[in-house]
């Protein structure tokens, strides 16, 4: 067995005792980049700490390597990423969470994948020890809206990190509240 295959058994073999005993319900971990009302403290984060759902466990915080425009829109004031315009914007923060399949699922609904919402990957700068340069860097999912009105949205201001209420005055209201269909509010 070679050295990466090793490696690879050993992940894995880790894994699986994780899951054991967290209560993992599958052995695929997927890695996942949030940062808007999923976050710890946000309005939509119960969702990850429902294990009902599914496993999830926070990482850490991070940044993405890239810049995007993260604006809030619609009139249920919903942070969404507008990866088709890389490199215009900020460098997002936000928060580093690995999930199971169970959990996976639970947060594609929610986000509306595919409908509404894409998955991208993008490289995130993990937040640590500011002295080690260059920080460690890892490949995360990030949920990502699909389609838009690239002329209305990119006239909205560009934030670096969301809270629902944050300075902006535009708290997130919930889907229970009374607001358009998402698809038509960002057309």
Known sequence: MDFRSFCYHNLRRHI???AEISGMESDNVHRLFIYGTLKRGQPNHFLLADRTNGW????????TRTKYPLIISTNA?????????????????GEIWDVDDKMRATLDEFEGYPDYYDIAHTAVAVEGNQSESPRKEIICLMYAIRSYNRHHLLKLPFHSNYDSNGEHGLPYISENDDYPDFNEAVS
Do not use: D, Y
């Open 16 to 18: 699986r005792r994780h």
């Open 56 to 63: 999830a466990t926070f990482i850490g915080c991070g940044c």
């Open 77 to 93: 004031n919903i942070p969404s990423v507008l990866i088709k315009e890389e490199g215009i914007g900020h460098h997002i923060q």
